[in-house]
């Protein structure tokens, strides 16, 4: 039976999402091609119908799930995506969870094409993280507001990321979790002094 466009949209769209949730459980290097289409449904053979290699298809399940970290953090405080992502429930929810936090490090070892998704991905991150500071009244400084988001999201992300190397039933993962979500949720709560100058009178 010949394939529709609609259906192999509809087919790639499939294995990309199966390789996001697997690259974010396993790392790129834990999973292979035939493993990951037979978990989307399809046959190994049936790979090379829609991507030219492995690497293709990590850059687009890279970017695929971090727009779904995007998606997730649209509408909320800075304080509430912290505490959102500094949880025992992000933490324990790998395949899930933010694509920076499962995957940076196996990026650095990988194409200049994955690499760029990962940049693209992480300057949308802090584009939506920063939009709090940039609205508040008065004269903010934006590379100020830039240089604080670079810090606490880095912070939030390598917390995770520290938090996972632990066994899960220690307390240091969720030490790690809490005290690194503390400073975060005190920094944000100096943020706004910090930047906002009063407007001279005339």
């Known amino acids: 039976m010949r394939v529709t466009k609609a259906q192999a949209q509809a087919n790639r769209a499939r294995i990309v999402e199966t390789a996001s949730t697997l690259f974010r459980e396993r790392g790129y290097d834990g999973v292979g091609v035939a493993d990951l289409m037979a978990a989307a449904g399809f046959t190994h053979g049936g790979f090379y119908r829609h991507f030219r290699s492995k690497a293709e298809l990590m850059a687009e399940a890279a970017a695929s ?17 912290f505490k959102r992502y500094l949880s025992r429930k992000h933490r324990d929810a790998r395949s899930a969870g933010c694509t920076m936090a499962a995957l940076c490090g196996d990026a650095t070892r990988q194409s200049e094409e994955v690499k760029a998704t990962f940049a693209a991905g992480i ?24 240089a604080k988001m670079i810090d606490m999201l880095a912070h939030a992300v390598g917390a995770v990321v520290l938090s996972r190397s632990c066994p899960d ?10 005290v690194c979500r ?12 910090t930047n906002v100058q009063p407007r001279s009178r005339r």
């Open 65 to 81: 799930g971090l727009s779904q970290s995007l998606a997730s953090s649209e509408g909320l405080e800075a304080a509430e995506f």
């Open 123 to 146: 300057e949308n991150m802090l584009a939506t993280l920063g939009r709090e500071g940039a609205a508040t009244p008065g004269h903010v400084d934006q590379r100020s507001v830039r």
């Open 169 to 178: 039933d220690s307390s240091l993962s969720d030490e790690i979790l809490k």
């Open 182 to 193: 503390k400073q975060i949720l005190a920094s944000l709560s100096a943020q706004q002094p």
